[in-house]
């Protein structure tokens, strides 16, 4: 939470992550995009490298990047397009690329992520699965890199996270399921609160190191995030017909316009020295109670200082006793 303003843009939920970018460049900045060989990752690397960034996209199977890493090979741009292996539920993964990444990182986006997972499944470390992919991987990641960060001077964290944190507080009584009944979506909400409660936690702590953090929410996009979700409940969502197609409502985006925000928070000029705050469709957006009858802003929950310092030390313990 900020006393400051809140920030607006000229952009709109319909801009595209092209637009948010244009006439900005990137030339010489480095950065990483976890999950941006799919989805609005591969948008939200394009537009970057495109604006000139040298981008590494972060994920489990780098070949699933080969032809988004050909197309700058084989371009004219000012940017270029690498990949690496990553798998965030896997922390001897997370270990293996931070000791790989040499020199300053100037942004790194938080992107990949897994939703509603039907069945309760557990990592090494034995979190839930949704909970240490979203979050704990996001924030192992981040910490191994802290002083890549902190080299580039004014590098920031960008955390995409969803509508869905909004009826979700994290249960810290309960945060892996291990009492309580399994659900996919509070397992994902709270999931996505974590995200959120990441960058409050990262403004709080890096900010004297130059490093400002901000997490959003893309919208309504249909991607590969969506394969675990079964055709009766997108149908009870309104998103597929009785055929079995999917219905895309008027408030869905395009992949560009849904990577759009993630593009503003990680590489526009407007976001310079902004941390600590959650945007949605290019503004920031409004803290709220939050609830079940939440349709809109930031969930008070997620924004909450206690909670992430909380949430912090919780995934430290749950580190160092690996």
Not at 57 to 80: C, H, K, M, N, Y
Not at 146 to 156: C, I, K, Q, T
Not at 248 to 265: F, I, M, N, R, W
């Amino acid at each position: 939470m900020t006393a400051n303003p809140r920030l607006t843009t000229p952009f709109t939920a319909r801009s595209t992550a092209a637009e948010i970018l244009d006439g900005v460049d990137l030339t010489g900045r480095r950065m990483i995009v976890t999950g941006g060989a799919s989805g609005i990752g591969v948008e939200t690397t394009r537009a970057l490298a495109r604006a000139g960034a040298e981008v590494t996209i972060a994920t489990r199977d780098p070949r699933r990047a080969d032809a988004l890493v050909e197309e700058f090979a084989s371009q004219a741009t000012r940017g270029a397009v690498s990949a690496s292996a990553l798998d965030l539920a896997d922390l001897a993964s997370v270990d293996a690329f931070v000791a790989g990444w040499q020199g300053p990182l100037d942004v790194l986006v938080a992107n990949a992520g897994i939703m509603a997972i039907p069945t309760r499944q557990l990592t090494a470390q034995g979190w839930e699965l949704q909970l240490a992919t979203n979050y704990l991987g996001h924030f192992a990641l981040a910490r191994g890199l802290h002083d890549n960060l902190r080299a580039a001077r004014a590098a920031r964290v960008v955390v995409v996270s969803s509508g869905a944190h909004l009826a979700a507080p994290l249960d810290f009584d309960d945060p892996q399921f291990e009492r309580r009944p399994y659900d996919p979506w509070s397992a994902y909400g709270q999931s996505k609160t974590a995200e959120v409660l990441l960058a409050v936690g990262i403004s709080r702590r890096w900010a004297k190191d130059g490093i400002t953090a901000n997490a959003l929410n893309p919208g309504y996009i249909f991607t590969n995030l969506q394969r675990h979700i079964d055709d009766d409940t997108m149908r009870a969502m309104g998103a597929m017909d009785e055929a079995g197609n999917l219905v895309e409502a008027d408030y869905y985006k395009k992949p560009d316009q849904g990577a759009s925000t993630t593009v503003l928070l990680a590489g526009s000029p407007l976001l310079d020295g902004v941390s600590g705050r959650y945007f949605d469709d290019n503004q920031e957006a409004e803290v709220v109670p939050g609830g079940p009858d939440a349709t809109g802003g930031v969930a008070a929950h997620a924004m909450d200082p206690a909670a992430a310092d909380r949430l912090w030390a919780y995934a430290e313990e749950a580190l160092a006793s690996r």
